[in-house]
T-cell receptor
């Protein structure tokens, strides 16, 4: 799996958009960008994934650059409950492959 | 909404003892995983399981570890002789189909080895 680089920590004010960057400059053509988060010591939770087009669901938006070397996860209106560690992971979707977690970004939402 | 469940939530054991961590994956899922997270460290893959056999395992998953799906619903992780360094959160996860979007994780079992 290609490696990703994320800032270790970020802060965001409650109600504002939280933009979490991820670099994946060695991503292969058949690799998707996945985002998971882990709230405190709970099990990781899937957020969103994409290949090359921007994606949006009820939780977040994913913006992938045209060269696919980086992406941004956007939480449009962050709440205190969004405080968590956010993981950017690249993997191919075919095959039930393991998730390889890095250190992620610890996002703190401040009131 | 279907969810992965794990029992117990916290297990305390003495070094050298055997422990069995239990997971009930989502009912129609086909792929099962164990991950662990030592306090303050990243989540690490241990093993994946499909069609009643291990499909992949990490270096961590040595002979002290084994997995089983004894009855078609439970998925267990056994540690034969626990060591202090086995203290961690253990997460079970399941996946429905190959092209599925996401692995669903359970809440974890905190294992403390004294």
């Amino acid at each position: 799996d290609a490696k990703t680089t994320q800032p270790p920590s970020m802060d965001c004010a409650e109600g504002r958009a939280a933009n979490l960057p991820c670099n994946h400059s060695t991503i292969s053509g058949n690799e998707y960008v996945y985002w998971y988060r882990q709230i405190h010591s709970q099990g990781p939770q899937y957020i969103i994934h994409g290949l090359k087009n921007n994606e949006t669901n009820e939780m977040a938006s994913l913006i992938i650059t045209e060269d696919r070397k980086s992406s941004t996860l956007i939480l449009p209106h962050a709440t205190l409950r969004d405080t968590a560690v956010y993981y950017c992971i690249v993997k191919i979707i075919q095959g039930a492959q393991k998730l390889v977690f890095g250190q992620g970004t610890r996002l703190t939402i401040n009131p | 909404e279907p969810e992965v469940t794990q029992t117990p939530s916290h297990q305390v054991t003495q070094m050298g003892q055997e422990v069995i961590l239990r997971c009930v994956p989502i009912s129609n899922h086909l792929y099962f995983y164990w991950y662990r997270q030592i306090l303050g460290q990243k989540v690490e893959f241990l093993v994946s399981f499909y069609n009643n056999e291990i499909s992949e395992k990490s270096e961590i998953f040595d002979d002290q570890f084994s997995v089983e799906r004894p009855d078609g619903s439970n998925f267990t992780l056994k540690i034969r002789s626990t060591k202090l360094e086995d203290s961690a959160m253990y997460f079970c996860a399941s996946l429905g189909v190959v092209q599925s979007d996401e692995q669903f994780f359970g809440p974890g079992t905190r294992l403390t080895v004294l």
